[in-house]
């Protein structure tokens, strides 16, 4: 499929559903986000990033069974794909190539 670059949104979307597994549908990634990198991001953001990353084949969705109770709904469940994996890991790679070599204790001097 070729290079996949990602955003920094999609970055960390697709690590949070990769992080939670069987529990990745859109309000737990939502809440995931904002525990880890202290970013609350709206929903419909979160799923507008989930699905533009589905469309471009780096993660899957499935519905769950409806919830067992009088007007329970069906959740929508994501998954990373290894296309998926794969354009994370080319992402990490870029980034730490750019960091080595830096001192990451020093100041800045501009």
Do not use: C
């Amino acid at each position: 499929m070729g290079e996949q670059r990602l955003s920094d949104v999609e970055q960390r979307a697709l690590l949070a559903v990769w992080r939670l597994g069987e529990q990745a549908w859109g309000a737990n990634v939502r809440d995931e986000l904002a525990a880890v990198t202290g970013r609350r991001l709206t929903i419909s953001a979160v799923y507008v990033t989930l699905v533009r990353l589905e469309k471009r084949g780096l993660a899957m969705s499935s519905f769950t069974e409806p919830e067992n109770f009088q007007g329970g709904k069906a959740k929508r469940r994501f998954g990373i794909t290894a296309e998926g994996v794969a354009a994370l890991k080319e992402s990490r790679a870029q980034l730490e190539q750019l960091w080595d070599g830096l001192d990451a204790t020093a100041e800045w001097r501009g």
